[in-house]
């Protein structure tokens, strides 16, 4: 398999990972989504239209933790040349999973719910920008919508031009890959969380941290021509 191809599944990996992690905030942790922060600022306008102060405060601390991840992860990529799998994505991808770790820790100690959305957003706002770096078909493996416009968009050129091949792009795979495999891994902690509560979460952990070392041993020496 040729390294670009390890790219692709890393980079979908990251995007089961982001739905595990939003039905988690969801079901176990004030109804809110700490990756799609499209679907958090419409909570946050509901719960804001109804009054409901507790569901306010819970997806204002979603969207702060989500920024500050990608401020924190800005600052560590933001300034790296454009490689195969930058460095710097690999040290952001290590920040996500000492997050994600200490989400583990404090889960067990019945932490506030603030506190606990709070490490997951950052977590996912981190992982956002680490993927946006890598710059794959402009997939950030968090948000989604844009992803499934430009994939239906591709779909439709390419079915009306005569002129256009008919068969898809690299892209417009990776494209819907990336919505079956965000799908699948909300499926996966819908099944999971409500039986055992945060024990999915070591899931993401191990990819996000197979991710790290397979990066290390095998990208940081390619660089893109």
Known sequence: MKAAHHRYIMLLLLCLTAGIVDVIGYLSIGHVF???MTGN???LGLAIGNSLQKT????LTALLGFILGVII????????EKTFWPSGVT???AVEAFVLLLFVCLSLFQSSAHLLIILLS????LQTTAARKLN???ISTTVLTGTLATFFEDATKRTLSSNTEKIFHTDAILRAL???LYCLGAVIAAIAEPAYPFVVIWLPIVMIIGIIVFSITRFHEKHES
């Open 41 to 43: 600022i419409v909570l």
């Open 178 to 180: 990336t919505i079956v």
């Open 73 to 80: 992860a800005s600052a560590i990529v933001g300034k790296q």
């Open 34 to 36: 700490t990756a799609n």
């Open 91 to 93: 040290a952001t991808l």
């Open 136 to 138: 794959i078909a402009g």
């Open 56 to 59: 306010v405060m819970y997806s």
């Open 122 to 125: 950052i977590a996912m706002g």
